[in-house]
């Protein structure tokens, strides 16, 4: 420092050089007669980075600090024809090779005839970079601004005119810069619900932003976007500014509400779902407790809906299912609920019964009447005249339950109760009802557990030709073999493993037996193959499957048994759904070799166009025909009808329920020779059955 002031010129020079030495502030002393330096102070050494040494004594022009020839040479000129320089800003080379943003002041000073420059230079980096970034971020605001994917509109924050929009927002709203800058949105008429407003500018003056909030807003065409509507205050320049970015969200507002309505709601009916109904009911439960009020709860299905699906096929019964929904929401008050929870189960909540229980249980039992009666009117559906009942069960909130779970479980239960007594009727929940819930449950239980470990079992019954006393077939039986209650007939389970699915895997199992029997009977040489048929009862549900066919030929193929030893018991019901897919299915079959009878011929549909499509090789006529048709003149009418129709059909005939030599001897009348039934021998098992095959009136001829 002592030498960077080391003084030239007296006493009053060397005061001056000392007291810059103690200046914050870097300071450059140029003596006016040479122009030369005579100080500079530590400050000036730090900031720029060079010796005194390089300054003093050195002429103006050449100092290191000049960043080129041109600019020093402007510097100088300013500094000599104005004498002095205020604010001058200029950027100096540093020792270290950088240049550096300075404020420069010269003054004149004089001491004693000695005049000086003054020159004092300050460090303006840090201000000039906050320069730089505004500069840089007024541009990057400006660039995201215009560019911006969304709608943005700046406001004057205190006239809340619009002084610029994006070209966003003139895409998405319609409006043209010159339609609204100047303006406020309510000038414009931008808000759908002016009403709005003053809570939306309240929360944005109170919190100083808003995020997302919801808004409706209309476009110069006249179109409502629902939008989300996102400010803050910015300062731009000296402006005080409200920046909004409105976010049109229509679409996706759209799509999450139809998500919503999907989640809550059935997709046939567009009913309320389970969700739904839940939540009602809890709603419900929770509002008659404070106002002392109570619901029904109707649980309500169709009798024998399956049947539907499966003679008429599933659109028919989706065609079905939307009819009577239109009727039982036609039937109820705008307050009740009308819920479906799958299939053919409705649920329908009547709400805000006042009054005793007696009075809310008389009320529902009115509203279920109606319903019953609204959904057994004829209906027409696809062409098809259909008259269905239905039943209902009813559980009160007053009575049965005070959550939706019991009261479900409880309509449920009440509904159990109708179908066990016979349908197409009402019955209110109770408690005994629980005991029949509990015994079917419990029968699909060990229904599931008689598959897995092997109780079922086929039982036989003979088919004999009466002119020969032959037995010519046999029909295949199931029967289950329980572990406690013995050997069990399918009329007591067979609709509980139709009702549950669990048909498929029975099914299959008979399917396997079957075959496997008639390779046993081959290879004990009891039958002959071109003499002896084994038919089979196929579910409609096991016809439909996909790979039905598939299967039916790998039993054959496993087994490897003679495929004409094997014909298909099936129902009416199966030939009218789906005619196409089933006439396709049969052909391929029929192609392998496999015939085809049809059971119960008369109980159903019996149409003739039907049976003239389908390769149907044997007509059986039902024993509830041959039951009366020695006593019923009707029943011998029928029984000749379909004789007479299955000859001229080409088609064999086999008579089922066969119990006395009365009815066998009207059939032998009617040319009908092949039957079976009690009269020649009940369905028996495996030994049973061959020991007939080789009892001597099977071969008495
Ligand atoms: N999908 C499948 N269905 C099957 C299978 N096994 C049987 N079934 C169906 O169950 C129904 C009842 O069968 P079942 O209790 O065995 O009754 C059969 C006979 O025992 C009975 N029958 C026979 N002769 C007489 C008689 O002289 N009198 C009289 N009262 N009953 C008699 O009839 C039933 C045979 O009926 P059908 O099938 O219509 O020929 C029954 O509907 C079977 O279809 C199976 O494996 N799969």
Redesign the pocket.
């Known amino acids: 420092m002592a030498d960077s002031l080391m003084s030239r010129d007296g006493t009053r020079e060397h005061d001056l050089i000392a007291l810059l030495g103690q200046l914050p502030v870097a300071c450059m002393l140029v003596r006016g007669a040479d122009d030369t330096v005579v100080a500079v102070n530590p400050t000036f050494e730090v900031l720029f980075g060079w010796p005194a040494s390089r300054f003093i004594g050195h002429h103006s022009a050449e100092l290191p600090l000049w960043v080129s020839p041109e600019q020093r040479d402007g510097f100088l000129r300013l500094l000599f024809t104005s004498g002095r320089i205020q604010q001058h800003e200029a950027r100096f080379q540093c020792h270290d090779g950088q240049t550096k943003p300075c404020l420069i002041y010269v003054e004149q000073v004089r001491i004693g005839d000695q005049s000086y420059r003054l020159a004092m230079a300050h460090d303006i980096s840090e201000r000039s970079s906050a320069h730089q970034e505004l500069r840089q971020s007024e541009a990057k605001f400006a660039a995201l601004f215009i560019d911006s994917p969304e709608p943005y509109v700046l406001f004057d924050k205190v006239s809340a005119q619009i002084t610029e929009i994006n070209h966003r927002f003139t895409e998405v709203f319609g409006y043209q810069p010159e339609d609204v800058i100047g303006k406020t949105a309510a000038e414009f008429g931008f808000w759908r619900y002016p009403n709005k407003r003053p809570a939306i500018i309240n929360k944005l003056l109170r919190d100083r932003c808003l995020r997302n909030e919801p808004i409706d807003l209309i476009t110069k065409d006249g179109r409502t976007l629902n939008c989300e509507v996102s400010s803050n205050f910015i300062l731009i320049g000296n402006e005080r500014c409200t920046l909004s970015c409105f976010k049109d969200v229509t679409e996706q507002r759209s799509i999450e509400a139809r998500v919503k309505h999907q989640a809550y709601h059935d997709a046939l009916t567009d009913l309320p779902n389970r969700l739904l109904l839940h939540d009602r009911l809890q709603q419900h439960l929770a509002l008659g407790e404070r106002h002392g009020l109570s619901c029904a709860l109707l649980f309500f299905d169709l009798d024998h809906f399956k049947r539907v699906n499966d003679s008429l096929g599933h659109t028919c019964g989706d065609a079905v299912l939307q009819e009577v929904s239109r009727r039982l929401q036609a039937r109820v008050r705008k307050a009740d609920t009308v819920a479906r929870l799958g299939g053919d189960e409705f649920v329908i909540l009547i709400t805000g019964l006042s009054g005793k229980p007696e009075q809310s249980a008389e009320t529902a039992r009115i509203n279920a009447a109606e319903l019953l009666e609204a959904v057994s009117a004829p209906m027409s559906i696809e062409g098809h005249g259909l008259q269905l009942s239905c039943s209902i069960g009813i559980a009160l909130s007053s009575e049965h339950g005070n959550t939706p779970e019991d009261l479900l479980k409880h309509a449920d239960t009440a509904l159990y109760g109708v179908k066990a007594s016979g349908r197409n009727s009402i019955a209110f929940f109770e408690p005994q009802m629980q005991v029949v819930v509990s015994q079917r449950l419990q029968l699909e239980a060990e229904l599931r557990q008689a598959l897995l470990e092997g109780e079922f079992r ?2 036989y ?1 003979p088919q004999v030709d009466a002119r020969t006393q032959r037995i010519t077939g046999a ?5 289950w073999q329980h572990s406690e209650t013995g050997l069990t ?3 007591t389970f ?1 609709h509980v493993l139709e009702e549950s699915g669990m ?1 498929l895997e ?2 299959h199992w ?1 399917l396997h037996e079957a075959c496997s029997f008639v390779a046993r009977l081959l290879d004990r040489e009891l039958i002959a193959a071109d003499q002896f048929s084994l038919s ?4 409609p549900r ?1 016809f439909r499957q996909a790979n039905f066919v598939a299967q039916v030929g790998a039993a054959i193929a496993q087994h490897q048994i003679p495929v004409q030893c094997l014909k298909l ?1 099936i129902t009416e019901s199966i030939m009218i759904h789906n005619i196409s897919d089933t006439v396709e299915k049969m052909n391929e079959l029929r192609d392998m070799g496999i015939r085809f009878a049809i ?2 011929f008369g109980t159903g549909y019996s149409s003739l166009s039907y049976l003239k499509r389908l390769p149907v090789d044997l007509l ?1 006529i ?2 509830s025909f041959i039951n009366d048709c020695t006593r019923d003149s009707n029943d011998a009418e029928i029984v000749r009808a379909i004789i007479v129709m299955a000859r001229s059909l080409n088609m064999e005939l086999i008579a ?4 006395t030599a009365e009815q066998l001897a009207f059939l032998q009348q009617q040319e009908c020779h092949t039957y ?4 020649f021998s ?2 028996v098992r495996e030994e049973a059955f061959c020991a007939l095959l080789g009892s001597p009136v099977n071969w008495a001829g």
Do not use: C, T, W
């Open positions: 086929l039982h019954q029909e295949a039986l199931l029967r007939g399918p009329g067979m048909i029975a099914g008979v089979i009862n196929i579910s096991q018991e059971d119960d059986k039902d024993q089922e329920g066969v119990e079976q039934g009690f009269y009940r369905a």
